[in-house]
């Protein structure tokens, strides 16, 4: 199951991009970049110094041969999002890169270059996290002590040896993936996750579309006017009055949790914590007006008026990506919150005149990638239903599809009680090979260990975990010992169990990305993808080109599982929705 994974192109044209020391630094456009072309080997061939001002220029030319040629390069740098949004702005889009930075975590921690020089070598540079200059900018010294060549001005010759030099580094990372015991994976993971860096630029620029009247309006209703002078909204103010009434605290700011605790005790309230969950459970009368409260608040904070003043500029929401930042490669965001865009804002989510918004979600994705990971028959067999909660009730696994849905959840998640967990021994008698790959995972996380997802990536190590069992099996433990590590090694099974599924899901909504952005350039009028969230993208298309752009979407979520999983016969419906705004798609 893994003849679609990519051999190496020794044909393929690697270029460096480094920022040289020279240059006053407000005078930006001035300094020097040097480009340094490799083969896959990482053997050089030639180098050049431009001027940043002159960069977008030279990229864009490299760009339009290779893709005269049929084969564009790959640009190499140490952190894509120093490097693209200046390219992007330029007008200059590039095919494909390789993100250092991040590749470089990816192969540290994975079990499948672990015997590699870049695995066990000690921390250094590299290893820093993103703003260290050496990394962030690979910067190499001006004086490179050979002389150019007169034919064109190319240098040839050795690169510097410093720390953190970006083509030793792609040495090493290079003989890592061809020493793994892996290489394909690991080069369509790196390559994936690489995509997505630019996709996450190319997204931050683009902004997506944000009709700031209809948010305005959406607020107005929901919360009353926009206030001044740091008063609550109307409607804010008549719930926390309600609150206070039913909880006799006339002074209580609803806003401050430990205060909000403390008055929910002095009434009796069953509660240890101000979480909705225990609030709704308790079934007091202060539950309604208070949940009404927690809701709008966090509407009112997360996404009012304040946010739209600070994250949505000429007509777009310019949210930023961070790929990666979650251990299992999920992406977070570190400003907007773009991967919490709540319901009920998302009518402001409105395509241009003459566009229409594509809305495409992966159906039960993480159920779909286990059953091809562990290529359970039965499982594929039931996920041929666009609704493989459904297709589990036609196999007679489990009585409805709310029962399926938690048993699968369950199974993914660890469940061990409730719902979830009742319905497990169905799910094993059901598809024995796929909750063996959860079950295997979530026991080597209990014993300490690390596991990986299809492609590679490898969940950290839990030296606690392993310690605390070491403890508890020492002679004269005590039943506390034995205690913290049982529970220890219980959540960290959870965790693992999850990791390799949710990870593998990752990987694969970064290969339908990336399959996607390739269709999307080759189309007229530019389409772009606008927003992603996990399992769902938003492209903004042209009207005329928009039902091109689903069959896009579509193309892209088969190549996707054909380049993960050869010829299984899992498939990965989507549902595809072209619409004026976004909530219609719901």
């Known amino acids: ?40 080997d990482g053997a050089q061939r030639m180098r050049r110094v431009v001027t940043r001002a002159e960069l977008a220029a030279e990229v864009g030319r490299r760009e339009r041969t290779g893709a005269e040629e049929g084969r564009p390069p790959r640009w190499v740098w140490a952190d894509t999002s120093r490097w693209a949004p200046d390219l992007i702005a330029a007008g200059v889009r590039v095919e494909r890169c390789h993100d250092l930075r991040l590749c470089h975590r990816i192969l540290r921690a994975s079990v499948l270059s672990a015997t590699s020089e870049l695995a066990r070598a000690p921390r250094g540079p590299w290893d820093e996290s993103p703003g260290t200059p050496a990394v962030t900018q690979g910067v190499v010294p001006l004086d490179l002590g050979i002389d150019p060549d007169p034919h064109g001005g190319a240098w040839a010759g050795d690169a510097p040896g410093a720390a953190g030099d970006a083509l030793s580094e792609l040495r090493r990372q290079l003989a890592a993936v061809d020493g793994s015991a892996e290489p394909g994976r690991l080069r369509l993971l790196l390559a994936a996750e690489s995509a997505g860096a630019l996709i996450a630029a190319e997204m931050h620029h683009d902004g997506l579309p944000w009709d700031v009247e ?30 206070r009434t039913v909880l006799d605290r006339p002074d209580l700011n609803p806003d401050s949790q430990p205060e909000l605790l403390r008055a929910l005790r002095a009434a009796g309230v069953p509660v240890t914590s101000t979480r909705t969950a225990e609030i709704r459970a308790a079934g007091h009368p202060v539950s309604a007006p208070l949940l009404a409260y927690k809701k709008l608040a966090r509407l009112y904070s997360a996404n009012g008026w304040h946010w739209a003043q600070a994250w949505v500029r000429e007509g777009r929401f310019r949210p930023e990506y961070v790929p990666g930042r979650v251990v299992t490669g999920r992406w977070a965001s570190s400003g907007g919150g773009a991967l919490q865009l709540p319901a009920a804002v998302r009518a402001a989510v409105r395509a241009e005149p003459g566009h229409r918004l594509v809305v495409a979600d992966a159906a039960q994705l993480e159920p779909r990638v286990l059953a091809a990971m562990s290529g359970d028959a039965a499982m594929a067999a039931a996920g041929r239903s666009a609704d493989l909660y459904q297709g589990l009730v036609d196999a007679g696994v489990v009585a409805t599809r709310t029962e399926a849905k938690y048993a699968m959840l369950g199974a993914i998640y660890g469940a061990t009680t409730g719902a979830g967990g ?36 490898t969940s950290p190590a839990d030296e606690v975990t392993a310690a605390l069992r070491h403890a508890a099996r020492a002679e004269g433990a005590d039943a506390e010992q034995v205690r913290l590590a049982r529970r220890r090694a219980q959540d960290h099974g959870r965790f693992t ?77 989507l549902d595809v929705a072209v619409v004026e705004s976004y909530d219609e798609a719901a």
């Open 1 to 40: 199951m893994t003849e679609g994974l990519p051999a190496r192109d020794d044909g393929e044209a690697l270029v460096l991009v480094m920022e040289a020391g020279i240059g006053a630094p407000e005078h930006d456009d001035e300094r020097a970049v040097v480009l340094v072309e490799t083969g896959p």
């Open 214 to 243: 209809e948010h305005d309006r959406l607020l107005t209703e929901a919360l009353g006017p926009r206030p001044s002078g740091g008063r609550r909204p109307a409607r804010l103010e008549e719930l926390a009055a309600q609150v």
């Open 422 to 457: 009742a319905l497990l021994p169905r799910l094993r008698q059901a598809f024995p090979a796929a909750m063996d790959v959860v079950e295997r995972a979530a026991r080597a996380g209990e014993r300490g260990e690390v596991v990986a997802t299809w492609l590679g990536r």
């Open 497 to 573: 169990r999850n990791f390799v599924v949710q990870g593998t899901a990752a990987e694969w909504a970064l290969c339908w990305m990336a399959a996607l952005r390739r269709r999307l350039r080759a189309l007229p009028g530019e389409p772009r993808l606008v927003f992603f969230l996990h399992d769902e993208v938003l492209v903004h298309t042209p009207t005329g080109i928009a039902s091109r752009v689903a069959e896009a979407v579509v193309e892209a979520a088969t190549e996707a599982g054909r380049l993960l999983f050869g010829s299984s016969p899992v498939e990965f419906p």
